[in-house]
Every structure is written in C-alpha cells, then in structure tokens.
C-alpha cells in the first residue's frame, strides 16, 4: 500500500502541474453545483461542497466561477444538470481501472469512455468487475517540511482518523479515514492550521499490480486519455510502476 500512495502522490502532483488545461476549471464547477446541490450552497453545513471550494482555490479558480457554480447547483440560476456515474473495466496488463464521471448524457459518455478503453488496449467492464479491488478511504495529504507528524497524529486520531503515515522519501504525512470520519479529520487538521496537498474520499485498492516499464507507458497513455475528458472526474487504478519509469514519463510529459 505504501507504493501506492507513493505513486498516487506523484500522479497528483502531476496533475496539479497540468491544472493549466482548459477544461481544469469545468470539472471542479461540476464538483461543486453537484455538491451544492445535494447537501445546499452553504459551505458551513456542507461539508463535501466545502472541501471542492478549497480544491477550487487551491487550483486559483475565480471566486466568481466558484459562487456561480454554487448558485447552479442550489438553483439560484440555471443550469444544466450533472449526474454521477462509474464505469469499470481494464487497461493494458489487465490493470484494474475505475472512472468516476459527472455527465449530463449518460449514453454519450459511455459511448465515448469505452472507446478510450478500446483505443488504447483496453476494454470497458460491466458494474462491479473490478470494484471489489477497491476500497473508499478518505486521504488526506500534508507536506512533510510543513507540518509536525506527532502534531498531525494527535489531530488526526482525536478526530477519528485510521492511520497517519510519513513518507521519508516524499517528505509527505498521509492520513488515512473511513469515509464518514474524512469531513471531521479533514477540518480537525484545516482548523489547526495544517496545509494540506490533497484531500478527498478516493478508491484506494487492496493490492496493486506491477506491470512492466513498457507496459507502464501504455497504462500512463490511457490514464491521461481518460483524465482528458471532459466528463471525467477521477480515475482509480491498481497498477504499480517503477521509479525509473515513473521518472522517465515525468520528464517526457
């Protein structure tokens, strides 16, 4: 699991360097009019509405986007109307992948997910292929040079936290929650000034899969491919690659 989150938090590192892409601001404009939506356009009481708005800040959204986006989904102003959906399936060496969407036509979105898949030596799944994989833990993030671990470890477990982690070689602390305590922890550490790299309720799997460095390629290719539309918000995968081909993909990109 370790690897994992190594890989996971330079995945989002990555993304965040790549966060200049046009499409960057309309997926989290969808996160919160959807979060808006289902729990009300008060961050206070809304506790998943709140961590998108951070997210949103975090990536220098206007504060005008944000406040429409809010207003669209508590239905102060109109807009269109974005379902969730999870579409499963498996990528080159037989990764496991799992693609979170926010769509306002689920048959086109399918229709163009599954050719991602296919186009790139995969194949979409049916529901629940590859979900048993998996497992939804809240993740919550912390730069190492910027925050105490013993500090962190008191917060995090006094507010329900599973486990608290540090990555030497990172320089990062993960905390790790069930999903019901990740809103409590996430504002425990938010309250006692933390500052936070990440931090979302995420599918993190049970196993991960190492694959080959060529194979690796292949994989990166299909997750940028995936991350690229515009429908998707998250894509969760169970493939483990080596730093050397990690580093090489990194300085081609």
């Not at 693609?99 to 186009?119: H, M, P, W, Y």
């Given at each position: 699991?370790?690897?994992?989150?190594?890989?996971?938090?330079?995945?989002?590192?990555?993304?965040?360097?790549?966060?200049?892409?046009?499409?960057?601001?309309?997926?989290?404009?969808?996160?919160?009019?959807?979060?808006?939506?289902?729990?009300?356009?008060?961050?206070d009481?809304?506790?998943a509405?709140?961590?998108y708005?951070?997210?949103?800040?975090?990536?220098?959204?206007?504060?005008?986007?944000?406040?429409?986006?809010?207003?669209m989904?508590?239905?102060?102003?109109?807009?269109?109307?974005?379902?969730?959906?999870?579409?499963e399936?498996?990528?080159?060496?037989?990764?496991?992948?799992?693609?979170g969407?926010?769509?306002?036509?689920?048959?086109?979105?399918?229709?163009?997910?599954?050719?991602?898949?296919?186009?790139?030596?995969?194949?979409?799944?049916?529901a629940?292929?590859v979900?048993?994989?998996f497992?939804?833990?809240?993740?919550?993030?912390?730069?190492?040079?910027?925050?105490?671990?013993?500090?962190?470890?008191?917060?995090?477990?006094?507010?329900?936290?599973?486990?608290v982690?540090?990555?030497?070689?990172?320089?990062?602390?993960?905390?790790?929650?069930?999903?019901?305590?990740?809103?409590?922890?996430?504002?425990?550490?938010?309250?006692?000034?933390?500052?936070?790299?990440?931090a979302?309720?995420t599918?993190?799997?049970?196993?991960?899969?190492?694959?080959?460095?060529?194979?690796?390629?292949?994989?990166?290719?299909?997750?940028?491919?995936?991350?690229?539309?515009?429908?998707?918000?998250?894509?969760?995968?169970?493939?483990?690659?080596?730093?050397?081909?990690?580093?090489?993909?990194?300085?081609?990109?």
């Amino acid at each position: 699991m370790a690897g994992h989150s190594k890989w996971a938090n330079r995945v989002h590192r990555k993304n965040r360097q790549d966060a200049k892409r046009s499409n960057a601001f309309s997926k989290l404009s969808r996160m919160i009019a959807v979060a808006a939506r289902d729990g009300g356009g008060d961050p206070d009481m809304n506790p998943a509405l709140r961590t998108y708005i951070d997210k949103a800040k975090d990536a220098e959204m206007p504060k005008d986007n944000i406040e429409r986006a809010i207003k669209m989904g508590s239905g102060d102003i109109e807009g269109v109307t974005y379902e969730p959906g999870l579409y499963e399936g498996y990528g080159p060496a037989g990764v496991a992948l799992m693609v979170g969407v926010l769509t306002d036509n689920s048959q086109r979105t399918v229709a163009d997910i599954r050719n991602i898949f296919k186009e790139h030596g995969g194949n979409l799944g049916v529901a629940g292929c590859v979900q048993w994989m998996f497992e939804s833990k809240g993740v919550v993030v912390l730069p190492g040079d910027q925050a105490d671990l013993d500090e962190v470890f008191m917060i995090a477990v006094d507010a329900g936290a599973e486990d608290v982690v540090e990555d030497e070689e990172e320089n990062t602390i993960e905390v790790q929650t069930e999903p019901k305590q990740f809103s409590a922890v996430y504002d425990a550490l938010k309250a006692a000034g933390m500052p936070t790299e990440r931090a979302e309720v995420t599918m993190i799997p049970t196993a991960t899969n190492p694959v080959s460095d060529q194979d690796a390629a292949r994989v990166i290719r299909l997750l940028d491919r995936l991350n690229d539309h515009e429908d998707v918000q998250q894509v969760h995968s169970n493939f483990e690659i080596s730093d050397e081909a990690l580093d090489a993909l990194e300085a081609a990109s």
